[in-house]
């Protein structure tokens, strides 16, 4: 077994274990966004939001650059994105699956 591998996948997936940090994410397919549209978009604090950007960005999964005095974020490539879409039709149909028992239980009533 390739341990080091899946410690590192094991790792990536942890890094992807915030809420915050995957709202960035989702936020970023729309193209590069600057900080304070990022700090709108989520109400938090500027503090929790660098903290969080800070984790995306050494993980590599997205870039930072300066327009004048203004930090843009961006996704480092389009699998990020093509994963989170993956990630939104898998929970679709385990959340519809969930309905559909609720349904089923609350039908046995």
Not at 35 to 63: F, K, N, Y
Request: hydrophobic share 50%; glycine share 8%; charged share 20%.
């Amino acid at each position: 077994m390739a341990a080091p591998l899946y410690q590192a996948k094991a790792e990536f997936f942890r890094m992807l274990g915030h809420p915050t940090r995957i709202r960035v994410l989702e936020l970023l397919q729309a193209g590069p966004t600057p900080v304070r549209d990022l700090l709108a978009d989520l109400g938090i604090e500027p503090s929790s939001l660098s903290q969080q950007l800070a984790v995306l960005r050494r993980s590599g999964i997205v870039t930072a650059g300066r327009e004048g005095s203004t930090v843009v974020y961006a996704l480092a490539g389009a699998d990020v994105a093509d994963l989170l879409r993956s990630a939104r039709r898998i929970l679709t149909v385990l959340l519809a699956e969930q309905g559909t028992l609720l349904a089923e239980l609350r039908a046995a009533d």
